[in-house]
């Protein structure tokens, strides 16, 4: 069944863009377990350099473990990643180390399904959308006071 869906499916360049090399892939592969999509031209070694040098964490960036099985110093996404290709049948409660991070984060929130909500809360960067050194109700604040002046 997933696959009459996955075949009748139409794909753009976008769907085979590659964020390493910034380049459509000339032969993309779709791993069928997790839906990745690689170029079976490149080298191991050039990827994995590659995405080692891509994925370096800067400074300023928070790094995480994963609570599942301690693997460390993951960015947000290398994190998401981890978890979903080595974890994502795994229902487990955990701590996120993501939203401890965070200002209102609290060392005793315990999520019922870890990987579940990494998929649903941390698909993208808290910190582009707002300001992490404000607390949660100045924000909020903020954000009414913000709504105020759009024109609608």
Known sequence: MAQDESAS????????YCPICQEVFK???RVAACQHVSNSEASTSETAEA???DNAIPSDQPSFDCPLCEEANMTR?????HCNSNHGSHVVTSICPICLSLPWGHPTQLTRNFVSHLNER????YGAFMNLQLDEE????IA???????NI
């Open 9 to 16: 499916m139409p794909y753009t360049e976008d769907d085979f």
């Open 27 to 29: 032969t993309p592969v």
């Open 51 to 53: 995405y080692l040098e």
């Open 77 to 81: 996404q290398r994190l998401l990643d």
């Open 122 to 125: 941390h698909q993208f960067d």
């Open 138 to 141: 100045t924000q909020y604040q």
């Open 144 to 150: 009414v006071e913000e709504s105020l002046h759009v």
